[in-house]
């Protein structure tokens, strides 16, 4: 039972994340590659403000977050307006900036030791309250004037930019909005391992994010959730394979992204009009 | 003064002048039009217009106000709405929300109403989906608007650029040879549809068009482009006379291309 929490815990904070990236990327068309220093930041300032500064919880929290948003606007302000593929570029040196400055200020955040001793207070009703509200969040960004303008932006710029739309302010409000979920989700980490070290921030972890938002479907938030729990839970499923459990892994993701090339949702969300219809079509075709 | 004028535009691309010193202006009510062979500087006028490139030399005054050096989206917003020669719609977004994308720049609500779920965000989003919705109604669109746009037929695309363009809330409109690849019918839809536009909005209408029959129904004016430059000006009888225009195009006297 204990394993099962633990693994929906996990869950929920790599949804947490992968949903910044699904902003960034899915809706945005951008590609992150140091998301994960975002979660570093909020995980480290939450942690070095409680145990070493004996910051009560709520502020850290709330400082945390701030610092993630800091973090992203120093990154975001002069890489918005550059084309997309620097921008990958850019943010993955950031995020590998980001570990190599943990590694190096031993003093306060214990260098490649990590940091240890932090209070538990990720528990399961905590995850799932947060996840609700990060996902709502998410929801009504999605279907704003914000997520209409990020879809059309990520379709055609230049059209984007002739609608009257400001594209350099729309990236940076996105970016900085996904900064501060995956600083959250760094956050919550923070708290459910009561241990944090830098080697778990590199760039992977950004690069699996976004393989997740690419099985889900880039434009589907239904999909990004949805991929999120399959390819967190597969590992776990696949464990009876041991070691090949990481090629079998990388086999069903191969596949998935071969042959269902817009991802396992495409741009279709799950809505009760959605489902309505389809039940219609059913019915029409049994006829 | 006139509504838009444009004085003495110019763009270099590398050696070559693609718009050179090119002035013209439209005034409320008026369609105008631009022809001139493929690669004249035709889109690129436009382009220069809305702030896709920047100046090299001249001036863009709409209503008195200076647009040069703005930025696009400024532009656009200062009343300049636009249609593109290469359709160019948002593909993730449905009919609708492709309109609707055109209206948003002016929602004023902020992320801190979105979030609380507060009434500025709820009314907005409900009157930018009508107004939307009546954009498509004006072109004829009001069946289509939960369609994606790459599942409309073509001409039916060319109608959401023009609704799309509408939202924008354009003192100006350009329009990029919007008959481009239409049948004859619907080409007659079109010039009806710009006679209604320019009645019910009153603002003027600037066309780029390859087909003669919508530039000689539809403008009072004509300016006649070739390699960036002013070739001649004036109303369509006086262009279909011009010696000089029907040799740009053709390349011999022979006025017939305008029958």
């Given at each position: 039972?204990d ?7 996990f ?5 947490i ?6 902003l960034?990327t ?5 590609f992150?590659?140091g ?12 942690a070095v403000?409680?145990?070493?500064y ?5 502020p850290?929290v ?16 002069p ?5 997309r593929?620097y ?9 590998e900036?980001?570990?190599?400055l943990?590694n ?29 509200v ?15 303008q990020?879809l ?13 739309i ?12 996904a900064?501060?979920l ?10 459910y ?16 994010w976004t393989i997740?938002v ?20 597969l ?24 042959y269902r090339?817009?991802?396992i949702?495409?741009?279709r969300e ?14 029409g075709t049994?006829? | ?23 013209f ?14 690669g004249?500087g035709?889109?690129?006028a ?25 930025e ?5 917003r200062s009343?300049?709405g636009?249609t ?11 009919v609708?929300?492709n309109?609707?994308?055109a209206a948003d720049p ?39 608007a ?8 073509y001409g ?11 939202a ?20 007659q839809?079109f010039?009806?549809?710009a006679?209604?536009?320019r ?31 002013l ?14 225009v ?5 390349g ?5 291309c305008f029958?």
């Open positions: 039972m394993y099962f929490i633990s693994t929906v815990i869950t929920g904070i790599t949804l994340g992968v949903l910044g990236v699904f960034i899915g809706l945005t068309g951008l992150s590659l998301q994960a220093a975002f979660m570093a930041i909020g995980g480290y300032v939450s403000l409680i145990r070493n004996s910051v009560p919880v709520i850290a709330a400082l945390a977050i701030g610092a993630a948003i800091l973090a992203a606007l120093i990154v975001g302000l890489t918005v307006r550059l084309r593929d921008i990958s570029l850019v943010t993955l040196g950031f995020g900036a980001i570990v190599a943990l190096n200020s031993a003093n306060i955040t214990g260098g490649a030791m990590g940091i240890s001793g932090i209070p538990q207070l990720t528990t399961l009703p905590v995850t799932l309250a947060s996840v609700a990060c996902l709502t969040l998410v929801i009504l960004y999605k279907n704003s004037k914000y997520g209409r990020c059309a932006l990520r379709s055609d710029e230049l059209a984007a930019r002739s609608m009257g400001n594209v350099w302010r729309l990236k940076l409000i996105t970016f900085l909005f900064g501060a995956t600083g959250y989700s760094g956050v919550l980490f923070g708290f391992t009561t241990y944090l070290e830098p080697a778990a921030f590199n760039w992977i972890i950004s690069a699996e997740i690419f099985v889900g479907g880039v434009n589907s938030l239904t999909g990004a959730v949805l991929a999120t729990i399959l390819l967190t839970w590992p776990e499923f696949l464990r009876f394979a041991s070691e090949w459990r990481v090629a079998i892994y990388c086999v069903i993701v191969l596949i998935i992204v071969n090339t817009s991802g949702m495409g741009d799950l809505s009760l009009k959605a489902a309505s219809k389809l039940l219609a079509r059913k019915r049994g006829q | 003064m006139k509504l838009l004028e444009v004085k003495g535009i110019t763009k270099s691309f590398g050696g070559v002048r693609a718009v050179d010193d090119f002035s202006s439209v005034d409320k009510g008026e369609i105008v039009g631009i022809i001139g062979p493929n004249a035709k889109t690129t436009f382009n220069l217009v809305t702030g896709v490139y920047p100046l090299d030399g001249g001036s863009i005054l709409l209503e008195g106000e200076e647009l040069a050096g703005r696009q989206h400024e532009i656009t009343g300049i636009r593109f020669q290469n359709i160019r719609l948002f593909k993730g977004l449905s609708l929300e309109v609707m994308t002016y929602s004023e609500y902020g992320l801190a109403s979105l979030f609380s779920f507060g009434r500025a965000f709820r009314q907005r989003e409900r009157e930018v989906r009508a107004k939307a919705a009546e954009f498509l109604a004006i072109v004829g669109l009001e069946g289509y939960d369609e994606k746009p790459s599942n409309l037929p039916l695309q060319r109608k959401l650029e023009i609704a799309r363009a509408l924008t809330g354009p003192r100006a409109l350009l329009l990029d040879e919007p008959a481009a690849g239409l049948n004859p019918s619907e080409v839809e010039i009806g549809l006679g209604e536009l009645e019910r909005f009153g603002f003027a209408i600037l066309v780029i068009e390859h087909r003669m029959e919508v530039i000689m129904t539809l403008c009072s004016r004509i300016y006649v482009l070739n390699f960036g430059k070739l001649a000006e004036g109303a369509p009888a006086e262009i279909r006379a011009n010696r000089e029907a040799e740009a195009y053709i011999k006297e022979d006025g017939t029958e």
